[in-house]
């Protein structure tokens, strides 16, 4: 329902959708599956998909935006054992809810999207990892797949060539962690989802011990467009650095919450104007523009910023996986905050210590500050932790936890004070 | 081997077409599924159940049990005939999911965590289900989402679980 609207902007993925024509024949009706053929009728070389793609400037839409083209390009070409491709579709990020439409609604984006990635890596064998919790996703994946399976998309020798690729559907079970690629990837071999040491990095050393590429659902949904119409069509479509379109998920306090797909760079005021505005009229106070994990900004600044990879992070946050998180003058920053370092303690795997140890700390330190008893030290105390954690961990979860309590603290400095030193909350609380 | 069969037919036929999923060798790799079909089957996870999953999958039984504390949607104790769990995380808690929260909590008597006395429901606190524009949002029994909870929707629900 999120987005079955039509206030998108020029949308590729989200483009034709209404929530019923999600099966091949609707998808091949919209041209669906011709990317794909087209590939493998003019046998057109490997390397010249991943020139389209660097030339689109597609960057990563799982949340760390690292340029497709280039990613896929680490897979070593000469390999002649088994490669694999996964496909992330275990979101989770707070905030994120893109991936579940495009496979509820348009799965066979994704399908025809990971046939050609893996053509273009020689890999033969995907997985499409679903987070658990969207498990009536996980079962429209299923039916496309046996439908794409059925008409000779994936399998052996696709559409009479001597390409072959093998595609399954692995459900997640309620964990968050597993979104981190390598977590991702030990969750695939039957075990806990504990993130890997890197290097060695999945190109060389991934799923099973053999090279491997993981890429966001949005990510691959992009390519057939691309290898149709071409790099740079899709790069005139967003910004230098940012090309094509990103779907935004926008929710909190807006009117209209839900999935809009716009060029990069669209101006973010356009973005609030197309989710509805802010709810009953009331004020805009912060945003965190990229999934819970980026850095929050005051209003001022988003109102001023561009919805794009360069202009966000110029912004002082980053765009994320494109979870657009609204929240107006009723929000208690501090309160917004505590929930947050709630969820990252709880989903902390736990095996490197400044991590588990900090996010537990930053959690009871918002805790006793949001319930009166902190202490005027504890906003340094407070930083101090963060940065601890920060860049000393394994993977990116520990950034996750100790980005957003830096950006609270400098940009909501007054309410923390506010609730240390008048033990109450500067603005009513939210329902 | 002579073990109980601890599963159906059916269940074992599921976890069966879930191995072939991955490749000659791999086969532990179908340990969440095998898991989720057994949790559907029994309600929960017993120690039993477990041990007979990781005969299924040749594995020794504590990777199983790694695997089933690991991740949160795995139930290691009994559950109601309903396990409610509700998102409260912040984007479902700016549209209303503490106010869900208060209600079920009042309407079923009990705190996140338990079981009412009759067993019909217990009361989870969910993380992110990538489903943030629909809150607030509950999951029954895992697989089935319940999106926009508002009051009368909540009532509603309830109603129809009874
Ligand atoms: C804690 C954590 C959670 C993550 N969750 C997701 C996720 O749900 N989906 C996703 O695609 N990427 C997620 N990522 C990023 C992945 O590690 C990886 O960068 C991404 O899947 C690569 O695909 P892309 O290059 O197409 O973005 C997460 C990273 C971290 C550190
Ligand atoms: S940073 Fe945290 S979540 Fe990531 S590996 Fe270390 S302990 Fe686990
Ligand atoms: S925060 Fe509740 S579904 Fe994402």
């Given at each position: 329902m999120t987005c079955l609207h039509g206030r998108h902007i020029n949308p590729i993925i989200l483009a034709g959708l209404d929530g019923n024509n999600w099966c091949i024949g609707d998808y091949m009706r919209r041209g669906g599956y011709s990317a794909l053929k087209k590939v493998l009728s003019e046998k057109i070389p490997p390397e010249q998909i991943v020139n389209?793609?660097?030339?689109?400037?597609?960057?990563?839409?799982?949340?760390?935006?690292?340029?497709?083209?280039?990613?896929?390009?680490?897979?070593?070409?000469?390999?002649?054992?088994?490669?694999?491709?996964?496909?992330?579709?275990?979101?989770?990020?707070?905030?994120?809810?893109?991936?579940?439409?495009?496979?509820?609604?348009?799965?066979?984006?994704?399908?025809?999207?990971?046939?050609?990635?893996?053509?273009?890596?020689?890999?033969?064998?995907?997985?499409?990892?679903?987070?658990?919790?969207?498990?009536?996703?996980?079962?429209?994946?299923?039916?496309?797949?046996?439908?794409?399976?059925?008409?000779?998309?994936?399998?052996?020798?696709?559409?009479?060539?001597?390409?072959?690729?093998?595609?399954?559907?692995?459900?997640?079970?309620?964990?968050?962690?597993?979104?981190?690629?390598?977590?991702?990837?030990?969750?695939?071999?039957?075990?806990?989802?504990?993130?890997?040491?890197?290097?060695?990095?999945?190109?060389?050393?991934?799923?099973?011990?053999?090279?491997?590429?993981?890429?966001?659902?949005?990510?691959?949904?992009?390519?057939?467009?691309?290898?149709?119409?071409?790099?740079?069509?899709?790069?005139?479509?967003?910004?230098?650095?940012?090309?094509?379109?990103?779907?935004?998920?926008?929710?909190?306090?807006?009117?209209?919450?839900g999935n809009y797909e716009v060029p990069l760079g669209t101006p973010f005021a356009k973005l609030l104007e197309l989710a509805g505005g802010m709810r009953g009229g009331k004020k805009f106070k912060a945003c965190i523009p990229g999934g819970s994990s980026m850095p929050v900004l005051p209003a001022h600044i988003m109102l001023a910023t561009d919805m794009d990879y360069d202009s966000i992070a110029k912004a002082g946050s980053m765009l994320g996986s494109g979870g657009v998180i609204i929240m107006d003058e009723t929000v208690c920053m501090v309160k917004a905050l505590l929930r947050l370092s709630y969820f990252y303690f709880e989903e902390s795997c736990g095996q490197c210590t400044p991590c588990r140890e900090g996010t537990g700390w930053l959690y009871r330190v918002v805790n006793r500050i949001e319930h009166g008893q902190g202490k005027q030290e504890d906003l340094d105390l407070l930083v101090n932790v963060a940065d601890n954690i920060a860049g000393r961990t394994i993977c990116a979860l520990g950034d996750a936890a100790a980005l957003p309590v830096k950006s609270f603290i400098t940009h909501f400095r007054e309410e923390f004070e506010h609730h240390i030193e008048s033990k109450q909350c500067l603005v009513p609380t939210y329902a | 081997m002579n073990a109980p069969m601890i599963l159906s037919p059916e269940a074992l036929a599921k976890i069966d077409k879930a191995t072939t999923k991955y490749p000659p060798g791999q086969k532990r790799?179908?340990?969440?599924?095998?898991?989720?079909?057994?949790?559907?089957?029994?309600?929960?996870?017993?120690?039993?159940?477990?041990?007979?999953?990781?005969?299924?999958?040749?594995?020794?039984?504590?990777?199983?049990?790694?695997?089933?504390?690991?991740?949160?949607?795995?139930?290691?104790?009994?559950?109601?005939?309903?396990?409610?769990?509700?998102?409260?995380?912040?984007?479902?808690?700016?549209?209303?999911?503490?106010?869900?929260?208060?209600?079920?909590?009042?309407?079923?008597?009990?705190?996140?965590?338990?079981?009412?006395?009759?067993?019909?429901?217990?009361?989870?606190?969910?993380?992110?289900?990538?489903?943030?524009?629909?809150?607030?949002?509950?999951?029954?029994?895992?697989?089935?989402?319940?999106?926009?909870?508002?009051?009368?929707?909540?009532?509603?629900?309830?109603?129809?679980?009874?």
């Open positions: 389209e793609l660097k030339k689109s400037a597609l960057r990563g839409r799982g949340g760390a935006g690292f340029p497709t083209g280039l990613k896929w390009s680490f897979m070593p070409k000469s390999f002649t054992g088994e490669k694999y491709l996964i496909c992330n579709s275990d979101e989770g990020e707070p905030g994120t809810f893109k991936d579940r439409d495009i496979m509820r609604y348009n799965p066979h984006s994704v399908i025809e999207g990971m046939a050609i990635a893996a053509y273009a890596m020689g890999a033969k064998t995907g997985y499409n990892y679903v987070h658990g919790e969207v498990w009536d996703c996980y079962e429209r994946m299923e039916v496309a797949l046996e439908e794409a399976r059925a008409a000779g998309f994936v399998g052996d020798n696709i559409l009479g060539s001597d390409f072959s690729f093998q595609l399954y559907n692995h459900h997640g079970y309620g964990a968050y962690i597993c979104g981190e690629e390598t977590a991702l990837l030990d969750s695939l071999e039957g075990k806990k989802g504990m993130p890997r040491f890197k290097p060695p990095f999945p190109a060389s050393y991934g799923l099973y011990g053999k090279p491997t590429t993981v890429n966001n659902t949005e990510t691959l949904a992009c390519v057939p467009w691309i290898v149709l119409n071409g790099g740079e069509k899709f790069l005139s479509m967003g910004r230098p650095n940012s090309g094509g379109t990103k779907i935004f998920s926008v929710c909190g306090h807006v009117n209209q919450p | 790799s179908a340990v969440m599924a095998a898991l989720t079909i057994a949790q559907d089957e029994k309600g929960w996870l017993s120690t039993e159940t477990m041990d007979f999953v990781a005969q299924c999958l040749g594995m020794p039984p504590i990777a199983v049990y790694e695997v089933a504390t690991f991740y949160s949607m795995y139930d290691l104790q009994p559950v109601g005939k309903y396990k409610i769990s509700l998102c409260t995380n912040l984007p479902c808690a700016l549209s209303g999911a503490n106010a869900a929260a208060d209600y079920l909590k009042k309407k079923l008597a009990i705190d996140f965590n338990e079981t009412t006395g009759d067993g019909q429901f217990t009361l989870k606190q969910g993380e992110c289900f990538g489903a943030c524009g629909d809150a607030p949002v509950l999951l029954v029994n895992n697989k089935r989402m319940c999106s926009f909870m508002t009051r009368e929707k909540l009532e509603k629900l309830l109603a129809e679980l009874k």
